[in-house]
């Protein structure tokens, strides 16, 4: 099975660059509701998310029942949590060190789309994977459709 690469609509991909921009100076965050195919993960929907973080400036986190949530949402429609979406506030392209950290520390093998924001302004958005032991991030083709 193929998992280097994935696809998104141009449509969610616009709602969460919207919500970046819109969140800014902040971190916006949501889950990604997917699946797994012979060609590479397919991202159905951006959930978007609220951010917990005591400094949603620095990081985000999300509310355990919020979550529990969506997971349910995402299990009725026979979807299953591919992965997570954040932005970069400082229009840092791609994982920062502490998104090292944590992906590490969780042993989180899901998708990161990460979204850079400079002035309120979408930058870049890149897709990546943990891999390797102790980890080490490696880029996903992220194709629109």
């Known amino acids: 099975m193929k998992t280097d ?4 609509s141009s449509e969610q991909l616009a ?12 971190e916006c965050c949501g889950l990604l509701f997917g699946q797994r195919t012979a060609e590479g ?16 400036e620095l990081g985000f986190e999300f509310e355990a029942r919020e ?3 969506a997971y349910r949402e995402a299990e009725a429609a026979g979807l299953e ?13 791609g994982p920062s060190p502490t998104d090292l950290q944590i ?4 042993y989180d093998r899901g998708l990161w789309l990460i979204v850079a924001i400079e002035n309120g302004k979408f930058i870049d ?14 880029r996903v083709e992220l194709r629109q459709h």
């Open 5 to 8: 690469r994935a696809t998104l």
């Open 15 to 26: 709602l969460v660059i919207r919500a970046a921009e819109s969140a800014f100076p902040q």
């Open 41 to 56: 993960w397919q991202i159905v929907q951006a959930h978007a998310m609220r951010n917990a973080s005591a400094k949603p």
């Open 67 to 69: 979550q529990l949530r």
């Open 81 to 93: 949590i591919v992965g997570h979406y954040h932005s970069h506030p400082n229009a840092r392209a």
């Open 103 to 106: 992906a590490r520390e969780r």
């Open 125 to 138: 958005a890149s897709l990546w994977q943990l891999h390797g032991e102790p980890g080490e991030f490696v």
